[in-house]
């Protein structure tokens, strides 16, 4: 994702922070300050890998080419299954991660917030429908 579009998300979601509080402000300050986060990391056992795409499809018999159907494109993470264990398993995020669902009520009226994803109503009711004789012995 450009640069650009991740300083535009960041937007969004301070914005949506200032709806609850004005003074919040949102994770990072810009795609540099999220990048520099990144790389400070102390996942060092999950190297970044990276792989070249290309697109491979149809394009226009006339008129000019867009850059993205002819320019490969770089890709570059880290291995999502061992970054998962390694922020599972660090104390920096002890307290912030919610492994079960829940829902949340806010205000004088008792609103429902939907503030992230498990305070949602889809993965409430997938647990909720778990049948418990599925994990007997």
């Keep these: 994702m450009s640069g650009s579009h991740i300083d ?4 969004l979601w301070t914005a949506s922070l200032l709806e609850i509080n004005p003074n919040a402000s949102g994770p990072f300050r810009n795609h540099r300050d999220l990048y520099e986060t990144i ?3 102390t ?3 999950n190297p970044w890998m990276s792989f070249s795409l290309s697109y491979g499809g149809a394009r226009p018999e006339m008129g000019p080419i867009p850059t993205w159907m002819t320019t490969p494109t770089e890709i570059w993470y880290r ?7 390694d922020i599972i398993g660090s104390p920096d995020f002890q307290d912030e991660i919610d492994y079960v669902p829940y829902h949340e009520y806010v205000g004088h009226q008792n609103n429902h917030r939907f503030h992230d994803f498990f305070s949602g109503d889809w993965v409430w009711k997938q647990v909720v429908s778990i049948n418990i004789s599925t994990f007997s012995a």
């Design 8 to 11: 535009e998300i960041l937007q």
């Design 39 to 41: 790389d400070q990391s």
């Design 43 to 45: 996942f060092v056992d």
């Design 79 to 85: 291995n999502p299954r061992q970054l998962i264990h």
